[in-house]
């Protein structure tokens, strides 16, 4: 099952070197999904998953990119090697530069000590590529102590970040509009900590104050906690393809942590140094409170849930009984002598069975 082609074993002998070039091919790899690409990850993966990880998200041009770019160059001035996945809905270079102008992504991008890659999303709402959280564990598996991964929070899509950082920035800027309608979307929920980013623009004390005053009221008075939350109140297991939560959910204070609000000016690199000081605050938060272990515990079950329905849905139309019945299924069912239903069942009870000839 875990068995690597002779060629995979050579690409995973010059991952583990820390051959740059191995990454790049292991990321295409994985993100086209090519045979073996399970054994690969699970080569990679069995030393655990140890980097920090950052999520930053908020509508889009909030500066996201400019303040990654800016937190990511922070880090390797300390010498601290970061991977970087920047998911974009539309398509890679779009919007300007990938990384923001003032650090410009070619400077960053040559530096040995970081790794950029740009995802294209599914759709064309944000959130997060199919295949995300694989490239960020390949980074993971490589060495790279600290990831960053950008998505645009539009809507629902953005509590797929929630599936894939320990740690989830919400940017947020004046112009965006009315904050309150922000957090309605659900960015109330899942943030760690608060960027409120073009502060030089009028509002942003306005922005600033209403954010503070929801995470204020929301707090305590959030209900009771639902039994099956995860991450914030967010049930990890209904986070995926097409488990989109429709409900609205309860949001839970994260307990001995208090959101920061963070003022910054991400191209002039003001209100850098807080946002460092609070990402690593939240580091130690969720080490000595035991929630990093939760998050990662809910995240993984979400991960093996996903890889089981993917396995499924692979070996189900891999299976020539089961081709079969879905050749003749429509024909049967227009007849009037079957339905979906019946053709469905007589499919699924048939892989059951393993009269699978596969
Ligand atoms: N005035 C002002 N402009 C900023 C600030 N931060 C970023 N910008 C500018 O806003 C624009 C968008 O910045 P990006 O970093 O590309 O924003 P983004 O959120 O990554 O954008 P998308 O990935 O396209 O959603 C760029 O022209 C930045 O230079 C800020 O604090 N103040
Ligand atoms: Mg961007």
Redesign the pocket.
């Known amino acids: 099952m875990h068995e690597l082609t002779a060629r995979l074993q050579d690409l995973l002998e010059r991952f583990r070197a820390g051959q740059r070039v191995a990454l790049g091919r292991g990321i295409t790899l994985v993100e086209n999904e090519r045979p073996g690409f399970q054994a690969f990850l699970h080569h990679v993966l069995v030393s655990g998953i140890r980097a920090a990880r950052v999520g930053v998200t908020?509508?889009?041009?909030?500066?996201?990119?400019?303040?990654?770019?800016a937190l990511a160059s922070a880090w390797l001035a300390e010498d601290e090697e970061v991977g970087v996945v920047?998911v974009?809905?539309t398509s890679p270079f779009?919007?300007?530069?990938?990384?923001?102008?003032?650090i410009r992504m070619n400077d960053l991008a040559t530096d040995p000590g970081i790794f950029i890659r740009s995802m294209a999303t599914r759709g064309s709402l944000g959130g997060l590529a199919a295949t995300t959280r694989e490239v960020l564990d390949l980074m993971d598996g490589f060495g790279f102590p600290r990831l960053l991964v950008?998505t645009?929070g539009v809507g629902q899509t953005e509590l797929e970040i929630t599936g894939a950082a320990d740690t989830v920035v919400v940017?947020l800027?004046p112009e965006s509009g009315d904050g309150i309608q922000a957090m309605k979307a659900g960015l109330m929920e899942i943030a760690d900590i608060f960027v409120v980013?073009?502060?030089?623009?009028p509002g942003a004390d306005r922005l600033l104050k209403e954010i503070r005053a929801a995470i204020h009221l929301r707090g305590p008075a959030g209900g009771p906690p639902d039994a099956t939350a995860g991450h914030h109140g967010v049930d990890l297991s209904r986070i995926g393809s097409d488990a989109a939560p429709k409900e609205s959910r309860r949001w839970e204070p994260p307990e001995g942590w208090t959101i920061p609000v963070i003022k910054?000016?991400?191209?002039?690199g003001?209100g850098l140094v807080e946002l460092r000081a609070a990402i690593a605050a939240h580091r130690t938060h969720l080490v000595e409170s035991g929630e990093l272990e939760v998050r990662r515990l809910a995240r993984t079950e979400t991960r093996i849930r996903d890889v089981v329905e993917r396995e499924l849905r692979r070996r189900a139309w891999a299976d020539p009984t089961a081709r079969e019945h879905l050749a003749s299924g429509p024909d049967r069912v227009v007849g009037g002598d079957e339905t979906p239903y019946s053709v469905a069942a007589e499919i699924v009870n048939g892989l059951m069975r393993g009269e699978s000839r596969e």
């Open positions: 908020g509508p889009p041009g909030a500066g996201k990119s400019t303040l990654v770019a920047a974009d809905p779009s919007g300007g530069a990938l990384l923001g102008d003032r950008e645009v940017v800027v980013n073009k502060a030089d623009r910054t000016v991400a191209h002039a003001e």
